[in-house]
């Protein structure tokens, strides 16, 4: 049964921190990522992570979140720092069966499995 499972959002004030965790079970992947999506607008990619180690990210975070994963555990997190109003949204997990090329692995129609998300709001 094929399975990812967000926790860690909420709700805090500009220039705090949160910390997303992701559960994966039942496949295996070769790509990770977050993405975010306020309503009326599309999916937007965060943070990606190949399971050679790289990552990449959105310019809009870079420097503020971090991705990070336990891949014996099956777990993915995405610190995330001097957060903005702007960053709130419904934050994903998502994973890719085959490896990404960097150019796309901010680009959700990639992306094989999604989680149902956790919301993250950032008051000002």
């Known amino acids: 049964h094929v399975q990812l499972v967000e926790s860690g959002g909420g709700s805090v004030q500009a220039g705090g921190s949160l910390r997303l965790s992701c559960v994966a079970s039942g496949f295996t992947y070769s790509n990770q990522g977050w993405f975010r999506q306020v309503p009326g607008k599309e999916r937007e990619g965060v943070a990606a992570v190949a399971d050679d180690g790289s990552t990449t990210y959105a310019d809009s975070v870079k420097g503020r979140f971090t991705i990070s994963q336990d891949s014996p555990n099956n777990r993915l997190y995405l610190q995330m720092n001097m957060l903005k109003p702007e960053d709130t949204a419904m934050y994903y997990c998502?994973?890719?069966?085959?490896?990404?090329?960097?150019?796309?692995?901010?680009?959700?129609?990639?992306?094989?499995?999604w989680g149902q998300g956790t919301q993250v709001t950032v008051s000002s």
């Open positions: 998502a994973a890719a069966d085959r490896y990404l090329r960097t150019s796309r692995r901010l680009s959700a129609p990639y992306y094989d499995y």
